[in-house]
């Protein structure tokens, strides 16, 4: 059974430029939740994704924005970067009624210079 | 003050050794509480989920909640050099739909 699968590992960046990740959730679940870690502290919470809405928050300017698809899989874009947004940016899949166990993927490493 | 406060460490005890690790938190809507343990350049993984206060014991893993103290712990017992790792705390109000929101994280260092 496959578990939470993030694409690209490690992504290299210019300040002002876009990117997106991508996250597929483990097999059976049906919401996923996007976080960011800074080096030193734990997880933030960005915005959690359900039936292709976003339905919850964290404090993330629009500048993070993201998508569900229909096979719950998940893009996290970030436009205009910032040096501030280098980070592992982590991806968690869980059911909806379940949202409380969250299994993460290994992340991907975004280094912006 | 942050909603959730842990110690970051390191925390270096010898094998065989009873850990114990903490977390405090501000938030008294807080109910869903959660440990992750993050290897090096790896994603969290969780290890134990407790609703409300009371115990829960889970192999050599116990997680303990009293909330009218807003203070959680989870002791390993007899501890391996392989439960090396960084040990995230994690609260919830709302079952996960707000998010968890986590501690930084406590570095434990297991002596051979």
């Known amino acids: 059974d496959a578990g939470v699968t993030q694409s690209p590992t490690h992504l290299i960046k210019t300040r002002g430029q876009q990117v997106t990740l991508r996250c597929s959730p483990k097999?059976?679940?049906?919401?996923v939740s996007w976080y960011q870690q800074a080096l030193g502290q734990g997880p933030q919470f960005i915005f959690q994704?359900?039936?292709?809405?976003?339905?919850q928050r964290g404090n993330f300017p629009d500048r993070f924005s993201g998508h569900q698809f229909p096979n719950y899989s998940s893009e996290l874009n970030v436009n205009a970067l910032l040096l501030g947004d280098s980070a592992l940016y982590l991806c968690a899949s869980s059911k909806v009624w379940g949202l409380n166990e969250q299994y993460f993927g290994p992340g991907t490493r975004l280094t912006v210079t | 003050q942050k909603e959730v406060e842990q110690d970051p460490g390191p925390l270096s005890v010898p094998e065989g050794a009873i850990v114990s690790l903490n977390c405090t938190y501000s938030?008294?809507?807080?109910?869903?509480f959660m440990w992750y343990r993050q290897y090096s350049r790896k994603g969290p993984e969780l290890l134990m989920y407790t609703y409300s206060s009371g115990n829960k014991e889970d192999g050599r893993f116990t997680a303990q909640v009293d909330k009218s103290s807003k203070y959680i712990s989870l002791f390993i017992r007899d501890s391996q050099p392989s439960d090396s790792a960084t040990y995230l705390c994690?609260?919830?109000?709302?079952?996960?739909?707000?998010?968890?929101?986590f501690g930084k994280g406590t570095h434990l260092i297991i002596q051979p």
């Open positions: 097999s059976g679940h049906d919401t």
């Open positions: 994704y359900y039936e292709e809405e976003e339905r």
């Open positions: 938030n008294s809507a807080f109910q869903y």
């Open positions: 994690a609260m919830s109000a709302r079952g996960g739909a707000d998010g968890l929101t």
